[in-house]
């Protein structure tokens, strides 16, 4: 029997007993962009997912495009969510890990695999683990942008993201963003729609869509405001004339 221990180490045979064969230190720690992460921390979140019954996880990038990448192999074949070839749907998974663990913990890519590779010794050989592509991104039904200010919006996160393609209900999270990119996206959108966009908007609205109708409701607040100054300046010109006419009344009288 292979048990965890407090320090990240692993043992095998009876502990009670001190029966123990020594087995090493089973635990990844990575750091991505300022935080560390316990790779087996997240595994553990994972596996206890009812569709996942291995995990593996690891960082793979260099710098700000670090990220940390998961590797999955499903067992159930049917899966509730409805997802191709019985997996269930990374949106679902990324739901699943935000009920246990940090935002910066949460994998950017999830890696379908029919089994994970080992090294001859048994243990699971993480160099030879599939590299991420582009669809262990996308989650859920690829939604294009329609609109000019959607288009432009996807466009941005493109250039920044480095991908290829960007739906206008994928989160820029998931995606890979992070931190610093939305530092480097605010002056981007702030230069092209020439408004000030506060920064927490963007991590509010973190897809194309929801963001787009944020602009939409600034747009129609600042045209609400600009007719309200408009008709509080002419009440306020109309009182004036008034005042300005009784004056003149009286001084004639």
């Not at 019985?86 to 699943?96: F, V």
């Not at 020439?194 to 409701?217: A, C, G, N, Q, W």
């Amino acid at each position: 029997l292979c048990r965890w221990l407090p320090d990240g180490n692993m043992a095998k045979g009876n502990i009670a007993k001190g029966n123990i064969e020594y087995l090493g230190r089973v635990d990844t720690q990575v750091k991505i962009r300022g935080f560390r992460i316990e790779c087996g921390e997240v595994e553990n979140a994972l596996l206890s997912h009812l569709d996942v019954r291995e995990a593996v996880v690891d960082a793979r990038g260099e710098g700000t495009d670090k990220q940390l990448v998961a590797w999955l192999r499903i067992e159930n074949a049917a899966s509730k969510s409805g997802a191709p070839s019985g997996q269930p749907a990374r949106d679902d998974l990324r739901a699943h890990l935000r009920a246990l663990l940090p935002e910066w913990m949460i994998p950017a890519r999830f890696v379908f695999v029919d089994a994970l590779p080992l090294t001859p010794s048994g243990k699971i050989d993480r160099n030879a683990l599939p590299a991420p592509e582009h669809k262990d991104l996308i989650s859920g039904e690829y939604i294009a942008p329609r609109s000019s200010i959607e288009k432009t919006v996807a466009g941005i996160w493109r250039e920044l993201l480095g991908i290829e393609q960007v739906g206008v209900h994928d989160n820029f999270f998931d995606l890979g963003g992070h931190s610093l990119l939305i530092i480097r996206l605010q002056p981007r959108l702030q230069e092209i729609f020439e408004k000030e966009i506060p920064i927490s908007k963007l991590f509010e609205y973190p897809t194309v869509h929801t963001l787009t109708r944020y602009f939409d409701r600034e747009a129609a607040q600042e045209i609400t405001r600009t007719r309200a100054e408009e008709r509080h300046a002419r009440r306020a010109s109309v009182g004036k004339q008034r005042q300005a006419r009784k004056k003149h009344r009286s001084e004639d009288s």
